[in-house]
């Protein structure tokens, strides 16, 4: 069963998201953070997918939009990082109303920075995280190296946004604004996850266009209690290859089912059960 709900954030802003409920009542629960741009909490229909094969094997799923995106209150040209961990703390006690008590997070493309930084502030809060080709490392964006970083970053992008208070990132002109732009060369999301304990999977295309895969490998070997699964050929989102998403939904799946303390004997079940898994 799919709802789709309204959230009040810290500052007073409302929020959209759709909560997935499995057919067995459960208290662990998946949120999906989408990445920027004009993308919103079905991730170009990647979460849909993700969201219905992860309640078939017993989670409840939310996903949902920050702020100045898809049907959520508030101006891009507001948001900043800070302000989505503050909407992902605001997500996590709306849940935490409706009795749910662990969480699995999912952090794609930008949202990865958002979703490592507050995952090492709430490590306690977080049973396993996932990473879809997430970019924690903004030096990438200061000194851009993939196609789409040199297109919408880079020293350009930083004069425009110092100089109109604004730059627009993707081809439907998203704008952001200065203070996400300075948050961008101060914040390090990947320095917050080396210390902890807290399972982590990447999962990223080799193929990818606008996060470098370079970053995927080098931190996954850094983190304590990391993995990364390679999707070979893969671009930037898997939405343009349903054998990529697959591979990524099925990997994702795995990861949370192992980590979210189910019982091995169940684990094994609803591995054999599910089609997705098979």
């Known amino acids: 069963m799919e709802e789709k709900v309204f959230f009040d954030t810290s500052d007073g802003l409302k929020l959209c998201g759709i909560l997935s409920t499995p057919k067995q009542k459960t208290d662990k629960c998946i949120i999906l953070c989408h990445g920027i741009g004009n993308v919103d909490k079905e991730e170009d229909g ?35 990082i800070t302000k989505e961990m503050e909407d992902l703390e605001s997500a996590i006690k709306f849940l935490q109303e409706k009795e749910y008590r662990e969480f699995g997070i999912l952090g794609a493309s930008f949202g990865g920075g958002a979703v490592s930084l ?13 990473l879809w080709n997430a970019g924690i490392d903004y030096s990438s964006k200061i000194t851009p190296v993939t196609p789409w970083g040199k297109k919408y970053f880079g020293k350009p ?3 425009r946004a110092e100089k109109f208070g604004f730059t627009e990132i993707g081809s439907k002109g998203f704008n952001v604004g200065k203070n996400l732009m300075d948050e961008i060369k101060i914040l390090e999301p990947w320095k917050g996850l ?10 990223h295309g080799d193929k990818d266009s606008y996060i470098p895969y370079s970053d995927s490998v ?29 591979q990524a939904d099925k990997a994702t799946a795995e ?24």
């Open 46 to 80: 990647v979460f849909t997918q993700l969201a219905k094969k992860l309640t078939d094997v017993g989670f409840a799923v939310f996903r949902f939009d920050f702020r100045g995106q898809g049907e959520s209150e508030g101006k891009s040209i507001d948001m900043t």
């Open 218 to 246: 080098k931190y996954s070997k850094l983190f304590k209690n990391a993995k990364l699964i390679t999707i070979e050929g893969g671009e930037h989102g898997f939405h343009d290859n349903s054998k990529h998403a697959e």
């Open 118 to 130: 507050f995952t090492s502030k709430h490590s306690e809060l977080v049973k396993a995280l996932v």
């Open 157 to 159: 992008a930083f004069d």
């Open 194 to 203: 080396v210390g902890i304990n807290n399972p982590i999977l990447f999962i």
């Open 255 to 278: 990861f949370f089912l192992k980590h979210m303390q189910y019982k091995s004997y169940v684990v094994s079940s609803l591995l054999h059960s599910s089609e997705l898994l098979q």
